[in-house]
């Protein structure tokens, strides 16, 4: 078994890193192991239910399962509006990429979207659900999403084996954005790194935004300046 793993290693160790610029995200089947890693220049949202654990714990698995079905599509709706391209699914969260000169605006408009959304929409429709039955579930009110966006490089590629593989997403903005939406606390449910920021800078659609004061966040071992918003917005179709 040992000189298999040493095989593994040694194999990739030296197999060449062919890296080929794109535009946009490539079909997941477009993907082979040890073919060729696309490069991105890429906007990252991620988004992740908050106090998951204590939710279901507060609410009961079935009824968790309900309100993650209802989140993620209506997000997946939203987020596909802003040309958004859902990278993965994490248990109680996910990581969307976006691409293109509007990458920045795109993904912030999404997440005001998918904030008003749960606030306007999910949340209501859920506690007038248990209403009904003449039991008030005060807890739906807890339920909320915080998200979380960066820029920068991302790298894809397949990874795996032949009976069982998938795609991976490497770059420092795909973390930094799953960092960031961990952080994101009511009321600023989103937050930006001043990369993000910087190309949101001059848009006029974001002018009524009321931002937080820039902070430092450790993320990685390094210190990002970050800043938030609870900015929500309706979808404008």
Known sequence: MTSKLESIVDHHVGLSCAIQPADSVGRREDFSLGGTIDQLEATSLSIDIRQFTGMTNALGRQVMVKMLRAFFEGAVMLLSERNGVVAD???????????????????FVAAANITWFTREVLKPRFAAYFERDGRPFNNVEHFDAGCGIDDGIVLVTRVGTSEFS?????????????????????????????????RLDGIGALDQVEWSRAEPLEIGGASRTVVGTGFAAPPAF
């Not at 990429?97 to 509007?102: A, E, S």
């Open 89 to 107: 699914f994490n248990g109680d969260g996910m990581i969307v990429l976006f691409t293109g000169p509007q990458r920045t605006e795109n993904g």
């Open 166 to 198: 998938d795609i991976a997403w490497v770059g420092r903005c795909v973390n930094s954005s799953a960092k960031l939406c961990k952080a994101a606390r009511s009321p600023e449910s989103i937050v930006v790194t001043h990369e993000a920021y910087e």
